[in-house]
């Protein structure tokens, strides 16, 4: 008795089942917001109101009326044929049981649409038919389309910061660098980048610098610096590269993420900025504060190691005459030439000075008085003997000192003009030497 009311309750119970499980299937398919539709040999038969809304068809009516074809443009964005396009895809899912694929769509009202499209082949007693859901995409492109956009827009606003990003992945054991840095470092665009790869590109006199910077940012320190890059083809760029270590939860160093920045166009118009500013513009000789900065230097160096530097100053004569009767371009052009004259005779450490006007003094490190005698007579016959442009001669007086441990830069310059304050009054075209007094230097510097 008891088995068969079991019984009884569990047909009922299936029976009921069997009911629901249709009841759900029909709402599945009548409420779902993807367009299903049913097709066979190119004919609906039956869709969802989702595909009628989709394709805008007004009554279900008109579906008899439909074809399959009716619901592509003539062609598909890649140029194809839809309807041999589309047969093509139709005998896939017949063959295999299912096509999955992008496809552009056209509605009744003739607005195209990109769609993905699902082809299942279904085996129904009455004959083969093929579902196919259908899916609008046109929103999900239309945000691939914008983020491709901002992705492009990244990319030129680096281009124009001259700025890449890099990612250096420890677990792969390589480094990946966006396209920006691949031109940054001269390298083939898409080449496997690791470690070593990277450090043969840096510059060999910045290896260790690098190398320093990287070890420490491994321990958690910011990544930030300046380093040269040598391109295969030997030319050199700076980058300024910055970069952060991230860590896992259990403290391993996972990946550093940076970014690097071609500054070779900034440090140079630092290096031009920086020269300027202790260059003298018309001549190209030192100026003023680029000499006091040496001759402090030098009276060090007497001090600490007994190194002699030895001065000249060098006054053209009678150039007032020269301008009055040439002009002042004329005049210029005398200082520019005789800029070149004295730089060629000198060595590298020696140090020329416009010290104003028609005046220029000579620093001469490492030289003693005899020495610094020799080069001031060598140069003053070969200014005496140049041929300058359009005023063809001149001459130039010239006084010498060496730097003694009580001088200080007032000192020794004062004991050079009086000697060529002599020089001019015993006929100019000569060289004198400053006595080599004890100076008592009371003239703050
Ligand atoms: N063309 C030109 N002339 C300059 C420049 N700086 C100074 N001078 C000129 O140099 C001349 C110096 O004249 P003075 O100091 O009288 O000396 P000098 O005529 O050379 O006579 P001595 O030095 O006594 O032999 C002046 O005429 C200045 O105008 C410059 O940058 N360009």
């Not at 299937?25 to 869709?47: E, K, M, N, W």
């Not at 901002?150 to 890449?164: M, V």
């Not at 600490?304 to 007032?320: E, P, Q």
């Not at 220029?360 to 060598?378: K, N, Q």
């Amino acid at each position: 008795m008891a088995t068969q009311h079991s019984i009884k309750n569990k047909t009922n119970g299936a029976e009921a089942t069997d009911s629901t499980l249709l009841h759900r299937y029909r709402a599945a398919f009548t409420q779902s917001r993807d367009a299903i539709l049913f097709f066979q040999h190119g004919r609906i038969f039956d869709c969802n109101p989702a595909f009628l809304a989709l394709f805008r068809i007004p009554h279900r009516k008109q579906l008899a009326k439909l074809d399959i074809d009716n619901l592509s443009p003539f062609k598909q964005p890649n140029g194809q044929r839809s309807d041999i396009a589309g047969n093509i895809r139709i005998k896939r899912a017949l063959n295999t049981g299912q096509a999955f694929f992008d496809w552009q769509m056209r509605d009744l009202g003739g607005r195209e649409f990109p769609a993905e499209v699902m082809l299942y082949r279904l085996d129904l007693p009455e004959g083969r038919v093929l579902q196919a859901t259908v899916r609008d995409i046109s929103e999900r492109q239309a945000q691939r389309q914008a983020l491709l956009q901002r992705e492009q827009d990244l990319l030129e606003a680096q281009r124009i910061a001259c700025l890449g990003n890099w990612i250096s992945d420890f677990e792969r054991s390589e480094i990946r660098w966006c396209e920006q840095i691949y031109q940054m470092f001269g390298r083939p665009q898409g080449e496997h980048i690791t470690h070593a790869i990277f450090m043969q590109a840096v510059h060999p006199d910045d290896r260790d610098h690098v190398q320093t910077a990287f070890d420490a940012a491994m321990r958690g320190a910011p990544y930030d610096i300046v380093h040269r890059v040598v391109h295969p083809d030997g030319r050199v760029r700076t980058v300024h590269a910055r970069g952060q270590i991230e860590f896992s939860p259990d403290g391993q160093a996972r990946r550093m993420i940076g970014t690097v920045q071609d500054i070779t166009e900034q440090k140079r118009l630092e290096a031009e900025l920086a020269h300027s500013a202790i260059t003298d513009h018309l001549t190209g000789a030192f100026n003023r504060k680029r000499f006091d900065e040496e001759i402090e230097k030098a009276l060090a160096r007497l001090r600490r190691n007994g190194v002699s530097t030895a001065l000249i100053l060098l006054d053209i004569d009678h150039f007032k005459p020269v301008n009055d009767t040439h002009g002042h371009d004329v005049g210029d052009q005398v200082l520019v030439e005789l800029t070149h004259l004295i730089q060629e005779s000198l060595r590298v450490p020696d140090l020329l000075a416009r010290w104003g006007g028609e005046e220029f003094v000579l620093l001469l490190p490492d030289t003693g008085l005899s020495e610094a005698y020799y080069l001031a007579e060598r140069l003053r016959q070969l200014i005496a003997s140049h041929c300058f442009t359009v005023v063809r001669t001149i001459t130039a007086s010239l006084s010498l000192t060496t730097l003694q441990s009580t001088d200080c830069p007032h000192s020794c310059m004062k004991r050079l003009d009086e000697a060529l304050y002599q020089a001019k009054h015993a006929g100019r075209n000569q060289v004198i030497e400053a006595p080599p007094i004890v100076s008592v230097c009371n003239q703050p510097h």
